[in-house]
């Protein structure tokens, strides 16, 4: 069972920056898949950006230029760095693992980007 916490979320006004951090209980090379996704209020969960254990970094396209995913192997830890936010980043923001088939989540942060 992998656990994932989810923290650094907060209220920002528009243009400013967040930090979020997801810290795994397993070493993050053990996992296939792991990435952050993101449930605006009354719409459905997307992705904000993910890597795989071959490499491959997908940013979805509202995160590309504006969030820069990178990870800290010593802490478990894989953090985004949200730059420039707007009021439409406003979501819960959760972090997703993929390990041999199975998926997990944390329970998310909160983001509210308004003035």
């Known amino acids: 069972q992998v656990q994932l916490v989810e923290s650094g979320g907060g209220l920002v006004q528009p243009g400013g920056s967040l930090t979020l951090s997801c810290v795994t209980s397993?070493?993050?090379?053990?996992?296939?898949?792991m990435g952050w996704y993101r449930q605006p209020p009354g719409k459905q969960r997307e992705l904000v950006v993910r890597?795989?254990?071959?490499?491959?970094?997908n940013y979805a396209d509202s995160a590309k230029g504006r969030f820069t995913l990178f990870r800290d192997d010593a802490k478990n830890a894989l953090n985004l760095q949200m730059n420039s936010l707007q009021p439409n980043d406003t979501a819960v923001y959760y972090c997703?693992?993929?390990?041999?088939?199975?998926?997990?989540w944390g329970k998310g942060t909160l983001v509210i980007v308004s003035h």
């Open positions: 890597f795989t254990n071959l490499g491959r970094i």
């Open positions: 397993e070493r993050i090379f053990t996992l296939n898949s």
């Open positions: 997703r693992g993929l390990k041999n088939g199975a998926e997990y």
